[in-house]
Nanobody, 119 residues
Framework: QVQLVESGGGLVQPGGSLRLSCATS????????MGWYRQAPGKQRELVAT???????AYVASVKGRFTISRDNAKNTLYLQMNSLNPEDTAVYYC?????????????WGKGTLVTVSS
């Protein structure tokens, strides 16, 4: 059973930075796509950034140029470097991983880590 565990959230002032990590259990990190989602209070969960097995990345417009997603296959860990944070980035951030196999597609979620941007 794959488990994803996020860490690195916390309280940060506007303009500050945080790096989120998502550690995966087991030795299999061969996910086709991994990503970060977020859910702000009273809002729907939204996709923030994705990275595929080849290293190609994509971002939602609101974080382009400020956030960077990366994966360390040797450490089985996904990262999200967040710079120039503003209060609108306040949300619970979730790690997501998807694996396409012969029998179907498996999707995994972490439990989330809270990021609060406030002065």
């Amino acid at each position: 059973q794959v488990q994803l565990v996020e860490s690195g959230g916390g309280l940060v002032q506007p303009g500050g930075s945080l790096r989120l990590s998502c550690a995966t259990s087991g030795n299999d990190f061969s996910f086709n796509v991994m990503g970060w989602y977020r859910q702000a209070p009273g809002k729907q969960r939204e996709l923030v950034a994705t990275i595929d097995s080849g290293g190609s990345t994509a971002y939602v417009a609101s974080v382009k140029g400020r956030f960077t997603i990366s994966r360390d296959n040797a450490k089985n860990t996904l990262y999200l470097q967040m710079n120039s944070l503003n209060p609108e980035d306040t949300a619970v951030y979730y790690c997501n991983a998807m694996k396409v196999e012969v029998g179907g597609t498996s999707v995994y979620w972490g439990k989330g880590t809270l990021v609060t941007v406030s002065s």
